[in-house]
């Protein structure tokens, strides 16, 4: 028990560390950036003039392209880095204003925004470092792996089940405004409040529709047994604009991604670290 105690007591104090607040809040700002990217990716393939990956992996490499934008890149890898170790360490110890299931709920969902911005700051190590990273082809080949081994289209298709309930959750969670109480909204005057809010709730609804559709395409693959089905966010994208009124909806969903974007700006200032 001495030792539990112990380990937690480590990493409440780095939990509590200002420097991994610093470059916690610095990650929203990157986070926010790819987003931005990422919804102006959406609104080209909206438009027919794809010139990337329509997913975040597109962003960063767009942003390689620029000016600086390698320094940029790495910036956003320590960043997602350090936002990283503070869900993980959130997962482990933290979210003590909960109690019971909602608690373990909590730490559950930490869990998984550990290994989100984890693979996004591998992702961003890839694509500074010249690295092969086109994530639609690597969603392909390891879905084409997995069906390939005993019960993997079950294990492909549980994979996709969950990723569309986690998109199912993510708008609820925007719609019913849940993140606002992760916000510093104390500190917030009324139309600050207003904005965040508002973006939130777009942000977290489109981001929630990007993602259920990407996991239905998984379960459809592993139907199917066709891996071409399963290739990511940026395939997710172009089957929404294929359908009636797609154009429309697609934009929708890109401006609801930016929105995110902006979004993640607030959060860097204002999110409970």
Not at 140 to 154: F, P
Not at 229 to 243: C, I, M, N, S
């Amino acid at each position: 028990m001495s030792v539990t105690r112990n380990a937690e007591a480590t990493a409440a104090r780095t939990a509590n560390s200002r420097w991994l607040e610093l470059l916690a809040r610095a990650g929203f700002i990157g986070y926010g950036i790819v987003h931005l990217l990422f919804g102006w990716l959406a609104l080209q393939i909206a438009f027919g003039n794809p010139s990337s990956d329509g997913d975040q992996t597109g962003a960063l490499r767009t942003l390689a392209a620029q000016p600086m934008g390698r320094f940029v890149v790495i910036a956003i890898a320590v960043g997602m880095l350090a936002m990283a170790v503070w869900q993980a360490l959130e997962a482990a110890v933290g979210h003590r204003v909960e109690r019971g299931k909602d608690r373990v709920k909590e730490r559950v969902f930490s869990a998984a925004r550990t290994v989100i911005y984890l693979w996004l700051a591998w992702t961003a190590w890839k694509v500074f470092s010249d690295a092969n990273s086109d994530s639609a082809s690597q969603s392909k080949q390891l879905t084409a792996r997995l069906m390939e081994s005993t019960g993997g289209r079950w294990l492909v298709g549980l994979a996709g089940l969950a990723l569309a309930g986690l998109g199912v959750g993510m708008i609820f969670y925007g719609l019913k405004k849940k993140f606002m109480r992760r916000l510093k909204t104390g500190e917030m005057n009324a139309h600050t409040s207003k904005l965040a809010r508002r973006l939130g709730m777009a942000g977290y609804a489109a981001r929630g529709v990007a993602f259920g559709i990407t996991g239905l395409l998984v379960v459809l693959a592993a139907y199917t047994y066709d891996p071409e089905k399963a290739r990511g966010l940026d395939a997710a994208l172009h089957t929404l604009r294929d359908q009636a009124y797609g154009t429309i909806l697609l934009t929708i969903v890109a401006l609801g991604i930016i929105a995110f974007g902006v979004y993640c700006f607030l959060q860097s200032r204002y999110r409970k670290v």
